[in-house]
């Protein structure tokens, strides 16, 4: 055979036939939810020491505070909600593994974030769950997205539409963030949340008051958003700001409704 032959033939061959395969790179999307799922499964466990030390070690890993309650404690919320679909856990479970992540996000929220932006006329935002809602995962979240971007932001827990009303009713907000559970679809408190978005509407001080909805439901049909009356509402928390800005910009840009007739 010919030298020429064997270099451009033969050796091109052996070294495709005997080169070792390149492992598969999994897609960070991929890690990313191994890692949520993983944390959901220790956080209902009886120990809870490998949850924290999960959550330490993804902190350690993580680009920003903010960017660990986006890109993990926001997909192990739904990953519990999973774990109860699967009839893995109770929903007593789902709720305390959720009081576990918002113990470890106030933490580090105290010992690591900055202070807040400044702004010389900030928005004023309610945040506040679905009366009724036991999960207020999504408030504390989006408060801490909003109070880092600069926004006043004020929590409450009003068990009822009528305390919310009186809540609306006493100070002036430029918008409210509603939540149901970032870990249960919960379809059929559509209705109830209707009747509480138009009973703050009616209440509010503000004529122009923008409503933006927040909850797995609302990540997972695009249609949930009109059907409660909501102005916008969130696919994942990184669009909190965004939601509202968006919203707040359509209520001023159009007269206010007028529910006399209601």
């Known amino acids: 055979m010919h030298t020429e032959s064997i270099v451009s033939t033969v050796i091109p061959h052996l070294v495709v036939k005997h080169a070792a395969p390149r492992p598969a790179v999994r897609p960070i999307k991929d890690i990313a939810e191994t890692r949520a799922a993983e944390l959901a499964r220790l956080l209902i466990a009886p120990n809870l020491t490998d949850a924290f030390d999960l959550i330490d070690t993804s902190l350690a890993r993580a680009s920003s505070p903010l960017a660990l309650f986006t890109g993990l404690f926001e997909p192990t919320a739904r990953c519990l909600g999973n774990l109860w679909s699967e009839d893995i856990c109770s929903e007593f479970e789902v709720t305390i593994g959720l009081c576990h992540l918002q113990t470890a996000m106030r933490r580090i929220s105290f010992d690591m974030l900055s202070a807040s932006l400044s702004r010389s006329q900030p928005r004023t935002v309610l945040l506040v769950s679905q009366p009724g809602e036991p999960h207020s995962f999504y408030p504390a979240l989006h408060a801490e997205l909003l109070r880092q971007a600069g926004w006043n932001t004020v929590s409450e827990f009003p068990e009822t539409d009528q305390e919310l009303a009186e809540l609306i009713a006493t100070d002036r907000f430029d918008a409210v963030n509603i939540s149901l559970s970032p870990s249960l679809r919960r379809e059929h408190w559509l209705p109830r949340m209707a009747e509480t978005i138009r009973t703050l509407r009616q209440a509010s001080r503000n004529p122009s008051l923008a409503v933006v909805a927040s909850g797995r439901l609302f990540a997972e ?41 209601i």
């Open 221 to 261: 049909r695009a249609d949930a958003c009109a059907s409660v009356g909501a102005d916008a509402a969130t696919i994942s928390a990184v669009q909190i700001e965004r939601c509202l800005m968006r919203a707040l910009l359509e209520r001023t840009a159009r007269p206010a409704a007028n529910f006399a007739w």
